[in-house]
């Protein structure tokens, strides 16, 4: 029998036996559950108690206090799940050859990564030019699996030439169900349901998949008849339209508005048949290449949200692949390193030009033509750069604020005013997200310096050139022209901490 391959963890229902009772009985009740399964594929009959169900309400959070705060989970009779195992086994091994390859969940042979896959590729081609620009849609439906409307499953399983007796099994399944809630440990009184699919039923993620098919398909058909545009990847490779996995959608698409307006139509119709309604507050547009005009267009049309990256798909963070990689990856690497040894000027300068041949051409060998400074790349977001970090100023900036936190210990200076214009020395003082950064002894020294005194960090932004600065006040003192072929004294330390973009403190006692 099928369902001796269900788990023994498996909770019990409204008859008290669970999966464990089957498997080590099976021997002496073989025959009554035989009997019970089989008069239900050869009748389309299933006792009333069959499919009755206990609702309890698990709080999603421990301040819950409304209903859409709570997770409902149902216990059902374990018999009823072998009649439910076989159906599903027997399904299963046709939806390969019937569900399209845009869908990826519950699919035999398919698998999640392809969906994260595709994801990440055409989020990295939303900046491409063209006309309209690009959008991805990550669509919401509100309670899908308790949504789906029984006379439209049906009505996909006959579109799709199933059995009239295979449908009848379906339709006795569905209406079967009645359920009774449990609160406070109390059985309350049954009810019938109307609609939706029971969660951790193995049936009920297959017929969820062949309700779908109906939007994949729309979409599909959508592009086929040049309603809806598709992205331009490499080569003028086209990137799929959509991706489903469960109740998980992705639809990218160009920002054209009559491609808009068709998918809104599409999605209207589907929630009227389907009882799928997409959940507007809960969906985002991620754009690329759009005017900000044009874009509060497409929102306020669909009433989606903008979303911005990285955002989490699937359970895994989708970003423009380049930078995040340098940040995530490299650089949060070197961080504790740099902080620990003196690192060689040669070695940065290298490893910085391996990061900048990565983020322009895609290979830390390649040179690339570039007309953006790398000063300028480093910028903060909010000034135009990447937020990306210069390694040379970062080793800068680090031992510089650990050097005068221990010049302040050594003049035994206890109320300390310490103004610095790099924002990332500011950040460290007064957060303890930095966590690599703590486990150098040194800096871990240092923290302790300043727990001990009143100490208040502000940042300066300077916008000024110290070197351009001292040269003009040693001219303001000069009365004759005078001539330098080399730095004078007096600036060269100026000079030298421009050139390691070393930051500028002041300390006021």
Known sequence: MQFLILTRIVHRGLDGFGAYFYQAYWDIIQDDVVNVVVQFFNSGWILPNFN?????????SVSAHSIDQYRPIALANFKFKIISKVLADRLAQIMPSIISKEQRGFIHGRNIKDCIGLTSEAINLLHKKSFGGNIAMKINISKAFDTLDWSFILKVLKQFGFSNKFCRWIEVILDSAHISISINGAQQSFFKCKRG???????????????????????AKLVADGKVDLIKGSRNTLIPSHCLYADDIMVFCRGKLSCIHALKNLFSDYANCSGQVISATKSTIFSGGIFHARLNIIVNLLGFNIGFLPFNYLGVPIFKGRVQLVKSVIQSMLIYSISIYSWPVSILKSIESWTRNFI????????????????????????????LRSLSAFMAELCGVMRAIEIADSKNWHNLWLETDSSLVVMTLKSSALVPWTLSNRWKNCLRLVRNRNFVVSHVYREG??????????????????????????????????????????FVT
């Open 360 to 387: 322009w051409s895609g290979d830390i060998n390649q040179k690339k033509l570039v007309i953006v400074a790398w000063k300028n790349v480093c910028a903060p977001l909010d000034e135009g750069g990447l937020g």
């Open 197 to 219: 699919v029971r969660q951790r039923d193995p049936l009920s993620p297959l017929l969820f998949c062949l309700a779908e098919e109906v939007l994949s398909r729309g979409i």
């Open 465 to 506: 050139n110290q070197c351009a600065d001292s040269l003009a006040n040693i001219g303001f003192t000069l009365d004759r022209i005078m001539i330098w072929y080399e730095l004078p004294p007096q600036i060269l330390s100026c000079f030298v901490d421009n050139r390691l973009g070393k930051p500028s403190y002041r």
């Open 52 to 60: 009755s169900n206990t609702i309890v309400l698990i709080p999603k």
